[in-house]
């Protein structure tokens, strides 16, 4: 039996994955980013970010070892690389190695290149250097928004679908998806206003859904959970106790004083 390959430093990878933690970064910018970082190297290469929608790093690293790669090197990009995210991802890319026959592909870990003040300033240097590339804002209308975003849109229920880095590994950039495409097929889609947030902290129990004026917190895994959790809560009135983990305190408060129940379609 081949002993599965250890993760040490120093060794040649033949994949490199880039890992980014932007949400704001336009799918432009994003794309503008993939291509300069995958010409920085000669080995086969990948960007992805660790929130929001896209492809997430459990499938990134999937799709890496169904081509044949066995080193992968993760290496996270940032202005700098959030501190948090650094911490947690290498629990999360050991957690990888022991799922199925993935023990047998070997992961190093890069450092943040930016968290060196020499760096940073450089780089600061660098976004200053070319003269040409700055433009003046004289003979622009002043305004903080567009008038279409003064007023809020009319809907019945909040739904706030957690996209942080540790909801997406777990699958939240699909949820995103399949809840859209759920609440479409039950006729309400209008009637919800969805907001993608980031971390509301109970990552483990990933995707994490809250929905308000009711309260509660949900755990929708997959596509079934997901259409349980429009029809028996949205359409019917009902809670998926099975499915919701946690109801604020003024929720519970509410039940207890024996309140109306919250609204339904
Ligand atoms: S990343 Fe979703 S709860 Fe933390």
């Known amino acids: 039996m081949t002993a599965a390959p250890q993760n040490t430093p120093g060794d040649t990878p033949d994949a490199v994955l880039f890992v980014v933690s932007a949400y704001v970064l336009s799918t432009r910018s994003l794309n503008r980013l993939e291509s300069a970082a995958v010409a920085a190297t000669d080995l086969p290469a990948r960007l992805i970010r660790l929130e929001d929608t896209g492809p997430n790093l459990i499938k990134a690293l999937d799709q890496f070892r169904a081509e044949g790669k066995r080193h992968i090197r993760v290496q996270p990009l940032g202005y700098p ?40 300033s450089a780089a600061a240097a660098a976004a200053l250097a070319p003269p040409a590339a700055a433009r003046s804002v004289a003979g622009t209308k002043p305004r903080l928004g567009k008038p279409g975003w003064t007023d809020p849109p009319d809907f019945d229920f909040h739904l706030l679908l957690c996209t942080g880095p540790r909801c ?35 990552c483990n129990r990933g995707p994490v859904l809250v929905l ?3 309260g509660h917190w949900y755990h929708l895994p997959d596509r079934p959970t997901i259409r349980r959790f429009v029809r028996e809560v949205l359409l019917e ?17 509410g039940a207890e004083r024996g309140d109306a129940p919250p609204p339904r379609f």
């Open 81 to 120: 690389f959030p501190e948090t995210l650094l911490n947690w991802l290498p629990g999360v890319l050991a957690d990888w190695r022991q799922r199925g026959d993935n023990a047998d592909t070997h992961i190093t870990l890069g450092a943040d290149a930016l968290s060196d003040p020499a760096q940073l």
């Open 168 to 202: 997406a590994v777990h699958g939240a950039a699909s949820a995103i998806h399949l809840l859209k495409e759920e609440l479409q097929a039950a006729g309400v889609a209008k009637r919800c206003l969805i907001t993608q947030t980031a971390c509301v902290y109970p």
């Open 212 to 214: 308000y004026p009711h």
């Open 237 to 253: 009135g009902g809670r998926a106790d099975d499915l919701r983990f946690y109801t604020t305190r003024r929720g519970r408060a």
